[in-house]
């Protein structure tokens, strides 16, 4: 079976489950709404570089309890099943699509949710647009892949968060900067430089993720 | 002492840097003068204070100009010396100034046989009523300043705001640098122990990481001092590069508590090693992309992370980069040591 063979099967195979299981998704969408509604009740009036600042962090805490379960939630008897079955190239390539999707979703809704409540202070829409793709790419690799090396260490929920905060600094500023420019906040006329930086980042991290995993994987 | 002469070299090497660094003079500069504002057709007398200077030994050879950014210069019409470091300057100040806005900073440039030349940049704002640049042209001459001593004495660049603590490049510096070289080293072990699964490069990896953040911690730590003098504040979010560090150094703290969250040790040797290698690669964009983004308020700032290289003078390379050879030296002896307390932890705890 070839490797994008065994990714599209993969891939299937997390959608049909979230399908039928469905309470983590949900759960994770009701932990978005009721976050935002919190920070919405707990500052009212939400100035523009208050609300890039609490966008992100909403979805930086959304995105590391969807993404720790990834490893977790399948039974150590299912893993020693796919490992006889497929590449594990293929295991991560997959978790990291499907993570990126779920958390492209879970940023739109929560930039749904959050500008229904407090106003929408984006001007440039496609630069904001832009600013979620990279954003949603970028903490689906890094989280999936700490989300691996956690599942093997002892706490792993506090290893999650020790693992993936720091490693995500870099590019959690420069969406930062990104998102502030597509509001106006700042004027930045080189910002093809900040999208440039991210893809980079993206790229380093995924090369990286794939080619430690398979370290990871064999227990 | 055959097997062991990188370990004497290194101690030999921090020990002629800690001598150099701390002992060569700075050249000497030009530190104040005051007062530092003046209006034109004015007879004014100003006080400049100079640092390491021989003002009293070289009173004769001593001369001054202001000088305007192209070249423009006017002759101190009378100079007295009051101690070695401080003289009283005068200049007859013209009528008009060879620029065409009303207040403009001038330059001092000082100069004697025994010190050399010093500058000391946007040193007086000199105020015009109404500006005339022909008129100007006459009196500010051209291309007067010239003849200029230079000090053949070993010493470091004078550089406003650094002054003496320009040192710290050999301590600062040198660490984030000694730093690097022991991370890049670490990988390379953790990749050689996913290669063979010999507990031995684990180890090692280990001890080069611990002693690397050992030396991220100091190299903070004397950049805070550092920028306690310079910046006047331990910590700034202004600096990007203060903060990426903490960052980094949080991602290789991260490291330790994963090795103690797990008991195997196969499985341990394992995880970290995949940890340390993708720390590695995080920390590439946090130490040498971000900092090219953003403005920082570091020596040869501007886009560029690291110390200018227009600041860097030979007398500061021959002791500048020795002092990168010591520090790494001693951060791998520091390492075999680390190596070794753990080869014995092995083998009691596998003996019990």
């Known amino acids: ?219 | 002492m055959r097997k062991f002469w990188w370990k004497y070299l290194g101690a030999a090497i921090l020990v002629y840097v800690i001598l150099a660094g701390m002992l060569i003079p700075l050249k000497p500069g030009v530190l104040e003068i005051s007062p530092s504002t003046a209006q034109a057709a004015q007879t004014m007398t100003f006080t400049v204070e100079g640092y390491n200077t021989n003002y009293d030994k070289a009173s004769s050879s001593i001369r001054a100009w202001l000088r305007s950014d192209d070249d423009h210069g006017l002759t101190a019409s009378e100079i007295t010396v009051v101690d070695y470091n401080t003289l009283n300057v005068t200049f007859n100040i013209p009528k008009w100034l060879p620029y065409e806005s009303k207040v403009k900073y001038f330059s001092l440039i000082l100069d004697n046989e025994i010190d050399g030349a010093s500058v000391l940049p946007s040193a007086v704002s000199l105020t015009q009523e109404v500006p005339n640049l022909a008129r100007a042209k006459a009196l500010w001459p051209q291309g007067n300043i010239k003849d200029l001593h230079t000090n053949e004495v070993i010493s470091f660049p004078y550089r406003n705001i650094l002054y003496e603590t320009i040192r710290n490049l050999y301590f600062h510096v040198s660490l984030w640098l000694a730093m690097m070289i022991l991370f890049i080293v670490s990988v390379f072990y953790s990749i050689k122990y996913l290669r063979t699964f010999n507990k031995d490069f684990d180890d090692k990896a280990l001890a080069l990481t611990s002693s690397g953040l050992m030396f991220g911690i100091l190299g903070l730590i004397t950049g805070s001092i550092w920028a306690k003098h310079t910046w006047g504040t331990y910590w700034t979010w202004q600096e990007i590069k203060l903060n990426m560090t903490a960052v980094a150094m949080l991602i290789y703290a991260a490291y330790f508590i994963l090795r103690s969250s797990m008991e195997d040790s196969e499985r341990k040797s394992r995880i970290s090693s995949v940890y340390n290698i993708f720390a590695f690669a995080a920390l590439i964009p946090l130490l040498y992309v971000i900092p090219r983004l953003t403005s920082s308020l570091h020596p040869g700032n501007g886009g560029n992370p690291t110390f200018g290289s227009e600041d860097l003078d030979n007398t500061m390379r021959m002791v500048f980069y020795p002092a990168v050879i010591g520090f790494t030296l001693l951060g791998l002896w520091i390492s075999t040591l680390i190596y070794r307390i753990e080869k014995i932890k092995d083998k009691l705890y596998d003996r019990v």
């Open chain 1, 1 to 219: 079976m070839s490797i994008l063979k065994e990714v599209r099967f993969l891939l299937q195979k997390e959608l049909v489950l979230e399908w039928r299981q469905k309470y983590a998704l949900s759960g994770i969408l009701l932990y978005v709404l009721s976050t935002v509604y919190i920070v919405y009740a707990a500052t009212q009036q939400v100035q523009p570089h208050i609300w890039n600042a609490l966008f992100w962090i909403i979805i930086l805490f959304a995105s590391v309890n969807a993404i720790a379960k990834s490893f977790t939630q399948d039974g150590e008897k299912r893993q020693l099943y796919f490992y006889t079955l497929v590449n594990p190239m293929a295991v991560i390539i997959a978790k990291i699509i499907y993570n990126a999707l779920l958390l492209g979703l879970i940023s739109f809704l929560t930039f749904a949710a959050f500008s229904l409540v407090a106003g929408n202070p984006v001007k440039i829409a496609s630069q904001f647009a832009i600013a979620l793709f990279l954003g949603s790419l970028g903490f689906s690799i890094a989280f999936t892949f700490i989300s691996s090396i956690a599942a093997q260490a002892k706490n792993s929920s506090t290893m999650m968060a020790i693992m993936s905060f720091p490693v995500i600094i870099p590019v959690l500023l420069t969406l930062i900067k990104l998102s502030a420019n597509s509001m106006r906040i700042m004027q930045d006329t080189a910002i093809w430089k900040d999208i440039y930086t991210l893809i980079a980042i993206d790229g380093i991290l995924i090369a990286v993720a794939i080619i430690l995993f398979p370290f990871l994987w064999r227990d």
